[in-house]
């Protein structure tokens, strides 16, 4: 057994030991905070965990990824590989990322690379929809499944697929981009500026925009035109009753029902999994959503034994999916 | 080397010496024929091969087929894996048809282990999209690619799809249904009695039928109104210049860039390789198609090095897409 020994802030010697236990390393790289943890491989709570700001519109975002990522580094050192998680667009091929939103420094940016140079360890990454699938997969609602669909209803519509225990990513990494199918070409906008597509019909801000546009054509409804008026606010009024509140909830749980019916026809999973703050609105969203989906399944054999579950890992999603990534990647 | 010693017809006694290779057989079932053949697996072309008519509707089709299987199988009998295609729905995990289109006879029907037990040989079914994507990625068109979508747009849209060289198939063996893949939920109905499907814009039948309602609508054309119309007659009136024959396939290729464009998202694979008899109308159908699908992808990088092919394997698609499978599943 290999000791080493360390001095800590008060001077004092410590003396760490390397159980000689493989360590795997994940960072969850958000919009508004970095988190990094270290995992022992048959342990699920983190060994060592930190949280930063990203303070993504500053420079030195490497610098600061690198020094959270040694401040949870184990004192043995015996990291078999490192995990990241980012929003896309982003290549999990070749670990660049692309255009992450608000962060001009890292267009294009070999962030894979660099932190596996700089600590001498395989490193993987892959996007948050993806990761988050995979850590539901492994450790969440998913376990036991080998075909799942993991769904987020939120700002956007974020999504990962496995089929046979694997990770969908695509020639380009770019698959599984579920939010962005297109579920009716004479739909409204999309968030990325094209027609049409399941986020623009069922992702929170699809909700809100359908009620100020129903407010201005003269619907009534206690729900009051606001600049911060929010997916939430409405299911409260719905929840109260509201008819045009409960209405909006009604067409996003229907286009989200023909979504999920197409995916059905695709990947014939055996679970979806349902993640993001939209999807806390329960029966107001999901009532709707399984009238919908059973109404549009053109073969009721993809419902047989088929599972809608609610995600189960809710913030450590992110963590947990770089941790599987790396596992998975790396054989372990 | 062993050798068998057997009688021909005329009672000459002839020596015909396993050579040792590895023999797969395949078998297409479709629905006016079957075909059969033995292939070396070192060799493309099959050592022998047999059709006969399938007469789905008559009883004793296991039995006919046992015989022409019989028939073609190699004299040495090292056969290592045999594989069965056939018309969808179907369990490929479980080797049963389900409700074979006019074939009451073979409803929830064991076929691959009634094969299998009769010749003691590992058996493997799937329906005949999957396998034809699985010939094309194998041997014809998508030679070289990892991630593969095979579409055949005919009397249905059909389809299957490869994804890093492992065919997808789903938990109840119902994947890749992209024919059935919702595109406008205010569409007219599918041949499966559902709205809106790719299939009820794309395929053949639905380019006669908008054509059909368009006459009726009063629309001026050289089409005339005839119960044997098709849409191999609707493309001799669109090169003749014909203003709605035209516009019938802008609107099928409309329909399937739009489709296509969801497929990217969701496989982001690098080769979208086109089969079927609609498919053969060229710049007709694929102009639209082409000019529909660069305007409905969300970012252009799903485009980059992806190829648009037409299938090479034609007729023998269904039977070397068999031997691939059986290859494929005893690890060949």
């Given at each position: 057994m290999e000791g080493k020994v360390k001095q800590d802030g008060a001077g004092k010697i410590c003396i760490r030991y390397n159980d000689g236990m493989t360590t795997i390393v994940a960072v969850d790289i958000g919009g508004t905070r970095m988190r990094a943890a270290s995992y022992k491989q048959d342990q699920l709570s983190p060994n060592a965990q930190k949280k930063i700001p990203?303070?993504?519109?500053?420079?030195?975002g490497l610098e600061r990824l690198i020094r959270l990522i040694e401040d949870i580094?184990?004192?043995?050192?015996?990291?078999?590989a490192i995990g990241l998680g980012s929003p896309g667009p982003l290549d999990p091929h070749s670990g660049y990322l692309l255009a992450p939103p608000?962060?001009?420094?890292?267009?294009?940016?070999p962030l894979a690379p660099s932190v596996e140079k700089h600590f001498g360890v395989k490193t993987y990454l892959d996007n948050d929809g993806n990761l988050a699938c995979l850590a539901e997969y492994r450790?969440?609602?998913?376990?036991?499944?080998r075909n799942a669909l993991y769904i987020t209803v939120s700002t956007g519509i974020g999504a990962g697929v496995v089929i046979e225990d694997r990770l969908l990513q695509g020639y380009h990494g770019l698959a599984a981009e579920l939010g962005h199918v297109i579920v009716d070409p004479h739909g409204p906008p999309c968030s990325c500026g094209f027609n049409g597509h399941l986020e623009s019909f069922s992702s929170g801000p699809a909700i809100v925009k359908y009620v100020l546009q129903e407010l201005d054509s003269g619907s009534k409804s206690v729900v009051k035109r606001d600049e911060s008026l929010s997916a939430r606010d409405i299911a409260e009024a719905a929840s109260k009753g509201d008819a045009l509140a409960i209405r909006a909830y009604q067409r996003a749980g229907e286009y989200l029902g023909i979504g999920v019916a197409s995916f059905l026809h695709i990947f014939d999973p055996s679970i979806v999994i349902f993640g993001g703050?939209?999807?806390?609105a329960g029966r107001l969203l999901f009532d709707p959503f399984e009238e919908s989906l059973k109404r549009h399944?053109?073969?009721?054999?993809?419902?047989?034994?088929?599972v809608i579950a609610q995600a189960q890992l809710g913030d450590d999603a992110g963590l947990l999916g770089a941790r599987a990534l790396a596992e998975m990647k790396s054989g372990l």
């Open positions: 990203s303070l993504a519109s500053q420079s030195g580094w184990p004192p043995g050192g015996d990291v078999a608000n962060n001009p420094e890292w267009h294009n940016f450790y969440g609602a998913g376990k036991g499944h703050g939209v999807s806390q399944v053109f073969h009721p054999r993809y419902l047989e034994g088929l």
